[in-house]
């Protein structure tokens, strides 16, 4: 059985930056689709930034679009989420999750890791 394991989190001011990492094993190999979820508190969990595996094509959502850089270091497998500029609502849960469809609906991703908490103080 695969896994994504992130790291990473932590409590910042805004305007500070953040580098989460996630690194996937075992069958999560095959996923040619990685992303980043968030989850604010009492809100549903929503898309941050995707990559392709194999070309390193990026997309990202729009609340994040210029200050968050998606990137992969395929020898590591592993996913990483540079966040800058960070402000209060990037406060939340930040999910790693593998897939095989080029998505930003959560349900489209099986693989998921446990989540780590990211906290942007005002």
């Known amino acids: 059985q695969g896994q994504l394991v992130e790291s990473g989190g932590g409590l910042v001011q805004a305007g500070d930056s953040l580098r989460l990492s996630c690194a996937a094993s075992g069958r999560i190999y095959s996923s040619r689709v990685m992303a980043w979820f968030r989850q604010p508190p009492e809100k549903e969990r929503e898309f941050v930034a995707l990559i392709r595996w194999g070309v390193g094509r990026t997309l990202y959502g729009d609340a994040v679009k210029g200050r968050f850089t998606i990137s992969k270091d395929s020898a590591k497998n592993t996913v990483y989420l540079q966040m800058n500029s960070l402000k209060p609502q990037d406060t939340g849960v930040y999910y790693c999750?593998?897939?095989?469809?080029?998505?930003?609906?959560?349900?489209?991703?099986?693989?998921w890791g446990q989540g780590t908490q990211v906290t942007v103080s005002s």
């Open positions: 999750a593998g897939g095989q469809q080029w998505a930003w609906d959560p349900k489209e991703y099986g693989s």
